[in-house]
């Protein structure tokens, strides 16, 4: 049975830093992409960063391009995500995702399984 944790959210004021963790056990981890969304209450899932099955290629949303970055660690079956300079709008729960293939996704359709989430909150 796959499992994703994730870990790391918090409340940070506007300016701050955070590290999302995630965590894969179950299925084999190495050869899948991964990915991170984000949901703010009464509004959709979004995409906030994606990064291929080996750590060389990632992608980002618009919104956190330059601020958030995306690394895995095979060896250890862990995702992570730093955000830095945190605002106001990226107060969501954040979560990891595996996706379907090997190739990063931006879309949520591309993601077999999911995390439970974990909330980051940025305010003074």
């Known amino acids: 049975q796959v499992q994703l944790v994730e870990s790391g959210g918090g409340l940070v004021p506007p300016g701050g830093s955070l590290r999302l963790s995630c965590a894969a056990s179950g299925r084999t981890f190495s050869n899948v992409a991964m990915g991170w969304f984000r949901q703010a209450p009464a509004k959709e899932r979004e995409f906030v960063a994606t990064i291929n099955w080996i750590g060389s290629s990632t992608a980002y949303a618009d919104s956190v391009k330059g601020r958030f970055t995306n690394s895995r660690d095979n060896a250890k079956n862990t995702v992570s995500l730093q955000m830095n300079s945190l605002k106001p709008e990226d107060t969501a729960v954040y979560y990891c995702?595996?996706?379907?293939?090997?190739?990063?996704?931006?879309?949520?359709?591309?993601?077999?399984?999911w995390g439970q989430g974990t909330q980051v909150t940025v305010s003074s």
């Open positions: 995702g595996l996706a379907r293939s090997s190739s990063y996704g931006i879309n949520a359709i591309d993601y077999g399984y």
